[in-house]
Structure formats: C-alpha cells, structure tokens
C-alpha cells in the first residue's frame, strides 16, 4: 500500500508559481507512475500531468503545457509539480495519484487558489 500526501497549496496572485509536493510511503515508490490531477470547484476532476515510473516521459494537458512541469525524485519518493504563470482557472484542489498495475492510490489533495 502507498499513502500520498500532497502540499505546497495556497493563494497566489495571477502570474505567480508554486510548487506541489506529493510525498509516498513505502518502498515501491519507483515502480509507480504518479499524476497530478485538479479539480475545480463544481468541476470533474482532470489529469493535469503525469509522469512514467523512471521519469523518461511526460504529460501535460494542454491547458498547463509552456507552464507546469512535473518531476519526481525517486530517492526521496517524492512528485512535484511546479506551477508557473498561474492564472485564476487554475484554481482547483490538487491531487496526486500513484498508478501500478492494478493497483491506485490517491492524496488528501491540497488547495491552490489564484486570485489578486
């Protein structure tokens, strides 16, 4: 089992970056492929982007493509997932999600709100 716990949520003004953080327990880290997916208020939940086990490839909706980069550090079973140029239709709870197989977990989610 992997447990997810995302932060590096909160309000930023339009234009400005964070970073996410989406940090697992247990030892398999490296054999999962990890996402990051939002959801906007009243909104379904959407993949944002995602990344393969070994971090060789990438995803990104075209909606964050040119200003979200997704990374990992399988040493520190961490995800990250940096934000640039936000603009207010990003605002959503940010979620992270670890896929293997058969297998999927999800976090708590952490909230980002892009607002002046």
């Known amino acids: 089992q992997v447990q997810l716990v995302e932060s590096g949520g909160g309000l930023v003004q339009p234009g400005g970056s964070l970073r996410l953080s989406c940090a697992a327990s247990?030892?398999?880290?490296?054999?999962?492929?990890m996402g990051w997916f939002r959801q906007p208020p009243g909104k379904e939940r959407e993949l944002v982007a995602s990344?393969?086990?070994?971090?060789?490839?990438?995803y990104y909706a075209d909606s964050v493509k040119g200003r979200f980069t997704i990374s990992r550090d399988n040493a520190k079973n961490t995800v990250y997932l940096q934000m640039n140029s936000l603009k207010p239709e990003d605002t959503a709870v940010y979620y992270c999600?670890?896929?293997?197989?058969?297998?999927?977990?999800w976090g708590q989610g952490t909230q980002v709100t892009v607002s002046s």
């Open positions: 990344i393969t086990w070994n971090g060789g490839n990438t």
């Open positions: 247990g030892r398999t880290f490296s054999r999962y492929a």
């Open positions: 999600r670890a896929t293997a197989s058969v297998f999927m977990y």
